[in-house]
């Protein structure tokens, strides 16, 4: 069975630009989740993603937002870059009957300069 | 506020030697448990969990770990280690409260040295 996946592994952009982060869950998964990883601030919960809609949110600014497709996918997509916003970018899936399990994926590394 | 407190942020043991990596916990409920191990550039591998039922729980590689209510504690044991398993361990609850709407919790990370 194919674990979440994530693309790309690694994202270099520049401050102000926008970033795009794709997620794959584990298949009959039907929620998604979104986790930085920033050094120094641990893992913090970003977003929470089912069948489509977006159930809870962490304490991020807007310019963090994402959505989930019909497929289950997910994008997170990080506007007007900050250099505190490099970190790694972790996507977890959970299956309906067992949300409370999170299985997560290899992340994306995002670097701002 | 849930909280989850790692002891120790680095941990070194002898290869062959036990491995202790403590976790406690705040919360108004029993939380859901788990413990996730992360190797250097990878994401987060799903150790063991405590949802329900048997408080001593097993999990890959050997790992086990025990749900001490009145403790407020999770935790990770092996009885020998093994240089694969120099990692971050992360302890990580589930508050099982409404307002936490599913989120995971996680401690801060422990950092465990495996010596030859």
Same mark, same amino acid.
């Given at each position: 069975e194919a674990g979440v996946t994530q693309s790309p592994t690694h994202l270099i952009k520049t401050r102000g630009q926008q970033a795009t982060l794709r997620c794959s869950p584990i298949s009959g998964h039907t929620s998604v989740y979104w986790y930085q990883q920033a050094l120094g601030l641990g893992l913090q919960f970003l977003l929470w993603y089912d069948e489509g809609e977006e159930r809870n949110r962490g304490?991020? =600014? =807007?310019?963090?937002s994402g959505r989930q497709f019909p497929n289950y996918s997910s994008e997170l997509n990080v506007n $007007?870059?900050?250099?505190?916003?490099?970190a790694l970018y972790l996507c977890a899936s959970s299956a309906w $009957? $067992?949300?409370e399990t999170q299985y997560f994926g290899p992340g994306t590394r995002l670097l701002v300069l | 506020a849930q909280s989850v407190t790692q002891l120790g942020s680095h941990v070194s043991v002898s290869e062959g030697a036990l491995v202790l990596l403590r976790c406690n916990y705040s919360s108004s409920v029993p939380p859901y448990l788990f413990w996730y191990v992360q190797y250097p550039n990878q994401g987060l591998q799903l150790l063991l969990k405590y949802t329900t039922g048997a408080t001593l729980v097993k999990g890959i590689n050997g790992f086990e770990a025990e749900f001490k209510k009145s403790e407020t504690s999770f935790h990770l044991t092996k009885p020998s280690a093994h240089m694969s398993d120099a990692a971050e361990y992360f302890c990580a609850v589930?508050?099982?409260?409404?307002?936490?709407?599913?989120k995971l919790v996680f401690g801060a990370g422990t950092i465990l040295r495996v010596k030859s």
């Open positions: 304490n991020f =600014p =807007p310019r963090f $007007a870059l900050e250099l505190e916003d490099s $009957a $067992a949300q | 589930n508050p099982r409260l409404l307002e936490y709407g599913n």
